[in-house]
């Protein structure tokens, strides 16, 4: 059930189980409660049962990919305020122009040093607490 852990919650989307679990443990350590979906169907599914403080989106993804997931995320009510941070090793000016627009709050570059993975959550899930937009700077406006 949503709501029940007193750990920030993060939703790890990645289609390469071992990033998964990789990020997963990192994110443990560092005080966090991590869950994992392999794919875009889960991720949605994952969103809306458990309501995570933060995504981590892998772009990437089989099946539907993490843009069409984060859209889908971001139309529906029960979702849309839940910060979605774009996790890849590939973005293009064009798509890094975009993801603002698309509805991502942050970027993160892979492959990330877990101390910087997890300094990145920890700043998104601050802001949210405070009742900060999520919106990172870094990112173009939507």
């Known amino acids: 059930m949503p709501g029940l852990s007193v750990l ?4 790890i989307v990645d289609d390469y189980p071992d990033a998964c679990e990789m990020y997963a443990a990192y ?24 309501l995570p403080d933060v ?3 892998d772009l990437g993804l089989p099946g539907i990919d993490g843009f069409e997931v984060t859209k889908r995320l971001k139309n529906d009510a029960r ?9 890849t ?4 000016t064009r798509q890094f122009r975009e993801l603002g627009a698309l509805g991502f709050d942050d970027l ?10 997890a300094d990145e959550v920890e700043r998104m899930v601050s802001r949210i607490r405070q009742g900060a937009p999520p919106r990172s700077a870094s990112l173009p406006a939507a």
């Open 8 to 11: 920030p919650t993060v939703l």
């Open 27 to 50: 994110l443990k350590i560092a005080g966090f409660r991590p869950l994992k979906a392999n794919d875009g169907y889960e991720a949605l599914r994952l969103a809306v049962e458990e």
């Open 55 to 57: 995504i981590l989106m």
């Open 79 to 87: 979702t849309r305020h839940i910060p979605v941070i774009a996790l």
């Open 89 to 92: 090793a590939h973005v293009n």
């Open 108 to 117: 993160i570059l892979k492959p990330c040093l877990p101390d910087a993975l």
